[in-house]
């Protein structure tokens, strides 16, 4: 198998469904397998996939939701394609997007992994498929919206284009088009991570471990986001800060004093509450 490529869904049977459709639709130069992992989803969305695509998609059953990387990790130790793909379940893959990433990864054996231009639906940038890796210096300026003209502290590399091809630190979890022997090597998802960081996580780990990490500006999927002035979850705020302890405690604590580590995890903790608190006054979607 030359991809496999790996979505994960949760009561999401429109979406999902519109995701694979987005892939079959086209022909390819190579072979493809799809899995879908159903999280645990308490409706009848699995039951309506397997039923509308039958023998065109493999699925996996999760009996219970154990996050984002967890779910992942169930195909992936399935998936036998020269390359694999994570594709969130709320994307639309673009024509040639996937032959065109394939050719690329084909032509240049160090890379490990790749992403491409990921457009929101309201046809902006989604700013997370080309990034740093986030370290205490950009995180603050980032998190506390401080404007910086330096390319060493800007985590969203704005300075860069959106429609050319780079080296970059990291890509998001929405579309990671990663070569299998640069995942054998360095491992799956951390499932630490329930939700969010899991990508920065691997990336981190892929460029450690020799491989580059490619930003493809050429090519495209939609990515349907939801709006971030929407109320959220609790649980959601709380593993998006979660993430951050995680990361920080994996890759950055050892390399900084006590002092300073004190003064992440607390900020950590803080802005987590203040997010928390001021979601209460959110209307719902």
């Not at 065109?100 to 490990?112: A, L, P, Q, T």
């Not at 046809?123 to 330096?150: M, Q, W």
Request: overall charge neutral; charged content about 25%; some cysteine.
């Amino acid at each position: 198998m030359d991809l496999s490529v790996v979505i994960l869904n949760y009561q999401t049977f429109e979406l999902t469904k519109n995701t694979i459709n987005s892939i079959l639709d086209y022909n390819y130069p190579f072979s493809l397998e799809i899995f879908v992992v159903d999280n645990a989803s308490n409706d009848d969305s699995l039951a309506r996939l397997k039923d509308y695509f039958k023998d065109k998609v493999k699925f996996i059953a999760s009996k219970e939701n154990n996050g984002f990387a967890a779910g992942n990790n169930q195909a992936l130790r399935h998936a036998s394609g020269k390359y694999q793909l994570l594709l969130n379940s709320d994307t639309i893959v673009w024509e040639n997007t996937l032959e065109n990433i394939y050719n690329y990864m084909e032509k240049n054996s160090d890379v490990g992994a790749c992403g491409c231009r990921v457009i929101l639906e309201n046809g902006e940038l989604d700013k997370a498929c080309k990034r740093s890796f986030p370290n205490v210096k950009n995180s603050f300026f980032r998190l506390f919206h401080i404007p910086t003209n330096s390319k060493e502290d800007n985590y969203n590399l704005n300075n860069l284009p959106d429609d050319e091809i780079y080296e970059i630190d990291c890509l998001t979890g929405a579309f990671m088009f990663m070569r299998k022997e640069a995942l054998d090597e360095v491992g799956l998802l951390d499932e630490t991570f329930f939700m969010y960081g899991e990508d920065i996580d691997l990336c981190y780990r892929i460029k450690k471990s020799g491989w580059k990490i490619i930003y493809y500006g050429k090519s495209k999927i939609t990515h349907l986001k939801g709006a971030s002035s929407k109320k959220q979850k609790s649980k959601l705020i709380y593993e998006f800060y979660r993430a951050m302890y995680i990361y920080y405690n994996k890759h950055l604590a050892k390399e900084s004093s006590f002092i300073v580590n004190w003064i992440v995890y607390l900020g950590i903790a803080l802005l987590c509450i203040l997010k928390l608190f001021l979601n209460l006054f959110k209307k719902k979607s």
